[in-house]
Structure formats: structure tokens, C-alpha cells
């Protein structure tokens, strides 16, 4: 069974751009969470979606945003990049919604310029 | 904010030791669970316990658990220096609720 996979894996953008983030789960997995890790702040919950619907959401603010299509692929998008937006944002998925062991994807390393 | 908190951050060890590493977390959880992440990389999950379990064990793992004082431990056997990683505590508090991480500790195993 192939991983979870994440497009693209590295990525510099511009301060005030947009970028969307691309997360293809596990086959059969429905659930997907996104996370965001820093030096500084570690790994922060972003949002989790299940069934194409935001189950769970993370204290960032509305810049950050997701999807999740039928076939449980998901997306996510920053606007306005910010200096503070780079790090490198992780994918997880799993079979169920909820509080499961999650398999996550490689990560996207973004860079803020 | 961090609801889990390793301890220690950094420890290094000779290959063929023994390596524990402590969490602690502040409020009543459903489930923790432990990853690992190799430099910069996706994380892998190690275990999960739940609360009303004390122990778990799995492979060169052992992973312990107490309520009372809101901690838990990780303990890897025999360590190799392929274990060389940093490893991350994650709590929940139910069904619907996010995984919280802590911010990790950097394991060292010198060959």
C-alpha cells in the first residue's frame, strides 16, 4: 500500500503570496489532519477533515485554510504568506475520524522570502 | 499551546544502552502516543496507550503510563544507532479532540 504522499516537498514563496499544499492520503483512509512544525512553536494542529467536512480546527488564523475532495485527497492553502508562514507542513492520515494512529506523509518544507 | 512536554530535549547514548525519555502533559487524557522523526521527515508512529492502560510494549519498545501523575515514559532497548531520531509524546482528550504534540527530544545513539 503506497504511503501518504505530499506535493510538492519543497517550495519558496514570496511575502503576500498564496500556496496551496496538496495531501493524498493512505487508500481507504478518510481521515486527514494537517500540521504545521517550527522550530519554535514544534508541531501545531492545523485542521482535520473527514468526509470532505473541517472536523477539527487549530488556533491559526483564517489565512490558513482547507479541503478535502471525494476521493479523501486534500488541499491546503495559505494567503498572504508571512516570514513567520515558513516551516515545513505535515499530512497525516487515517483510517477512521478522530483520535487514531496516524500515518503521516513526508511534509512540504515552505520558505517565505 | 503544548499540552505534552519531553524530557529530557537532547540525550545521547552508546549504542547498546538503554534510552528513556519522559513526558508529562497538564490536563486528563483519553490516549497517548508516541513518533519518531528522522531529521526534518515524516513522523512514524511508535505506540499508542490509553488511559486505562499502565504499560504497553512493543518490539525494543515499553511505554508506561501514569494517570495519577499525568506522565509517561518511552523506553527503547538496546538501542542502535538507526534509533538516532527525535522523539514526540501526543495526547488527546477524546474522540473529537486535535493530537497535541510536545516539542520532541533529540535522541542520539553514538555507534
Known amino acids: 500500500k503506497a504511503g501518504v504522499t505530499q506535493t510538492p516537498r519543497y517550495l519558496i514563496k514570496t511575502r503576500g503570496q498564496q500556496v496551496t499544499l496538496s495531501c493524498s492520503p493512505i487508500?481507504?483512509?478518510?481521515?486527514v489532519s494537517w500540521y504545521q512544525q517550527t522550530p519554535g512553536q514544534g508541531l501545531q494542529f492545523l485542521f482535520e477533515y473527514f468526509s470532505e467536512t473541517q472536523r477539527n480546527k487549530g488556533n491559526f488564523p483564517g489565512r490558513f485554510s482547507g479541503r478535502q475532495f471525494s476521493n479523501s485527497r486534500s488541499e491546503m492553502n495559505v494567503s498572504t504568506l508571512e516570514l513567520g508562514d515558513s516551516a515545513l507542513y505535515l499530512c497525516a492520515s487515517s483510517f477512521l475520524q478522530g483520535i487514531y494512529e496516524q500515518y503521516f506523509g513526508p511534509g512540504t518544507r515552505l520558505t517565505v522570502t | 499551546s503544548q499540552q505534552g512536554e519531553e524530557d529530557p530535549q537532547a540525550l545521547s547514548i552508546q549504542e547498546g544502552e538503554n534510552a528513556t525519555m519522559n513526558c508529562s502533559y497538564k490536563t486528563s487524557i483519553n490516549n497517548l502516543q508516541w513518533y519518531r522523526q528522522n531529521s526534518g521527515r515524516g513522523l512514524v508512529h511508535l505506540i499508542l496507550?490509553?488511559?486505562?492502560?499502565r504499560e504497553k510494549h512493543s518490539g525494543r519498545l515499553r511505554v508506561t503510563l501514569d494517570t495519577s501523575k499525568k506522565s509517561s515514559s518511552l523506553l527503547i532497548t538496546a538501542s542502535r544507532a538507526a534509533d538516532t531520531a527525535s522523539y514526540f509524546c501526543a495526547t488527546d482528550t477524546g474522540a473529537n479532540s486535535k493530537l497535541t504534540f510536545g516539542k520532541g527530544i533529540t535522541l542520539s545513539v553514538r555507534p
Open positions: 487508500s481507504g483512509h478518510r481521515s
Open positions: 496507550i490509553r488511559s486505562n492502560e
